[in-house]
């Protein structure tokens, strides 16, 4: 790397970038990107709030169903993928830290690692869908798995319902129609025990892939944008005053990270 | 004088780094506490807490989520109103999610006899 008396940002064959001429300098341009990014990172939590809004009413309707099928996920990949994971922020941490310090080798090779890293979890994810598909652990009407040899020793057939149970307790309505993923109509009610599994397991699973889903075309977003950034800064578009797409790329990222950071205990560790 | 950050921004002269540069030091200490936190929360699922379980899981992925919202996303070091703007959402969705709740556990019962999310027949 060239240090010339003009300073880093001004490597020799570098494109320099000039600060538009409604902004007074570098910093308030830089200011004014980074307040841009964090409104739309909050419509992000928005939109992720929808849907950690379903698993909070799901689980508070249907603990039984949740404390049940999470047992069908890897706790070891999840916790694997999360530490994955914030190694990925970590790297995107440094990547920023060497475009303020002109370094373009290292920011070439940190975006790299993001990048490597990202796809690492991907990875592991798409092992982890592999698993639930051929178990036909799915959503809703694709939910066609076999329950019956459940991780606890769970019996083969469902408890025989007892005929007039007017006034036990149930933890499954009699008749809940309701949309898709809810109880079918007119199905008995289950006692609650460990005697079966409880209906309707597929809500979870629902529930399960559309958050990881979500999440998982976010990492693909993030895959994208991260090699872009590696393309324009072996370019040498970046320099100590001009950062504004790497820092935003990385804000982006650690949103990502921080999703999952909620989503690894929710989804996978429940008890 | 090429190791220390703010030596090369001076020596950038003009083009002074933009945003602050946060010590390697502490991003290094940010990431180790995120992974111990990370072995920490498997290790408490492991634990029958009862109902605490939920809270204790939700408070390290909080205590998680505030070290790289602090450090790795710049938030310690940069205009308040960046954190303004975030913590609003995060309210709203808060907001949004205990009315929800509010909203489900008080006519679940009411709509049918015993217990369930349910719609009027």
Same mark, same amino acid.
């Given at each position: 790397m060239a240090a010339g008396t003009t300073g880093e940002g001004t490597v020799?064959?570098a494109r320099t970038h000039r600060v538009?001429?409604?902004?007074?300098n570098a910093e308030?341009q830089f #200011?004014?990107?980074?307040?841009?990014?964090?409104?739309?990172?909050?419509?992000?939590?928005?939109?992720? %709030?929808?849907?950690?809004?379903?698993?909070?009413?799901?689980?508070?309707?249907?603990?039984?169903?949740?404390?049940?099928?999470?047992?069908? !996920?890897?706790?070891?990949?999840?916790?694997?993928? =999360?530490?994955?994971?914030?190694?990925?922020?970590?790297?995107?941490?440094?990547a920023v830290r060497a475009a303020q310090l002109g370094r373009r080798r290292q920011l070439?090779?940190?975006?790299?690692?993001?990048?490597?890293?990202?796809?690492?979890?991907?990875?592991?994810? $798409?092992?982890?869908?592999?698993?639930?598909?051929?178990?036909?652990?799915?959503? %809703?009407?694709?939910?066609?798995?076999?329950?019956?040899?459940?991780?606890?020793? !769970?019996?083969? =057939?469902?408890?025989?319902?007892?005929?007039?149970? %007017?006034?036990?307790?149930?933890?499954?309505?009699?008749?809940?129609?309701?949309?898709? $993923? !809810?109880?079918?109509?007119?199905?008995?009610?289950?006692?609650?025990?460990? #005697?079966?599994?409880?209906?309707?397991?597929?809500?979870?699973?629902?529930?399960?892939?559309?958050? =990881? $889903?979500?999440? %998982?075309?976010?990492?693909?977003?993030?895959?994208?944008?991260?090699?872009?950034?590696?393309?324009?800064a072996?370019?040498g578009e970046f320099s100590p005053g001009y950062l504004t797409p790497v820092d935003?790329?990385?804000?982006?990222?650690?949103?990502?990270?921080?999703?999952?950071?909620?989503?690894?205990?929710?989804?996978?560790?429940?008890? | 004088m090429r190791?220390t950050a703010h030596a090369e921004a001076a020596a950038a002269g003009q083009t002074a780094a933009v945003g602050h540069v946060v010590?390697?030091?502490?991003?290094?200490?940010?990431?180790?506490?995120?992974? *111990?936190?990370?072995?920490?929360?498997? *290790?408490?699922?492991?634990?029958?807490?009862?109902? &605490?379980?939920?809270?204790?899981?939700?408070?390290? *992925?909080?205590?998680?989520?505030?070290?790289?919202?602090?450090?790795?996303?710049?938030?310690?070091?940069?205009?308040?109103?960046? *954190?303004?703007?975030?913590?609003?959402?995060?309210?709203?969705?808060?907001?949004?999610?205990?009315?929800?709740?509010?909203?489900?556990?008080?006519?679940?019962?009411?709509?049918?006899?015993? &217990?369930?999310?349910?719609?009027?027949?």
């Open positions: 020799a064959g538009a001429h409604h902004f007074d308030q #200011e004014s990107g980074k307040l841009g990014m964090w409104i739309f990172l909050a419509t992000e939590i928005l939109l992720f %709030g929808g849907l950690f809004c379903a698993y909070a009413v799901y689980r508070s309707n249907h603990p039984e169903v949740f404390i049940y099928a999470h047992r069908f !996920l890897d706790k070891t990949l999840g916790a694997i993928n =999360t530490a994955v994971l914030i190694c990925s922020s970590f790297t995107m941490a440094l070439v090779g940190l975006l790299g690692a993001t990048v490597a890293l990202a796809a690492c979890f991907l990875g592991i994810k $798409g092992l982890e869908y592999e698993k639930k598909w051929k178990e036909g652990l799915l959503w %809703g009407a694709h939910f066609h798995a076999k329950l019956a040899p459940a991780p606890p020793a !769970l019996p083969q =057939t469902l408890p025989p319902v007892p005929a007039a149970a %007017g006034e036990e307790r149930s933890l499954i309505p009699p008749a809940a129609i309701g949309p898709a $993923g !809810l109880a079918r109509p007119g199905q008995p009610a289950v006692a609650e025990g460990p #005697e079966g599994p409880p209906h309707d397991v597929q809500v979870f699973f629902a529930v399960y892939f559309l958050m =990881t $889903g979500l999440h %998982g075309v976010h990492v693909i977003i993030g895959m994208a944008l991260l090699s872009w950034m590696m393309v324009r072996g370019r935003l790329t990385g804000l982006y990222w650690h949103l990502v990270d921080l999703i999952w950071i909620f989503l690894f205990p929710l989804l996978y560790l429940i008890r | 190791e010590p390697l030091r502490v991003l290094v200490a940010v990431w180790g506490t995120l992974l *111990a936190l990370t072995g920490l929360t498997v *290790a408490a699922a492991g634990v029958d807490l009862g109902s &605490y379980n939920l809270g204790v899981a939700m408070l390290i *992925a909080t205590a998680k989520a505030t070290l790289v919202l602090l450090f790795f996303m710049h938030l310690r070091y940069d205009r308040p109103i960046l *954190a303004i703007v975030f913590v609003t959402a995060l309210l709203f969705v808060a907001l949004f999610v205990s009315i929800a709740l509010l909203d489900s556990n008080a006519y679940a019962h009411q709509l049918i006899p015993g &217990y369930g999310p349910a719609l009027p027949k």
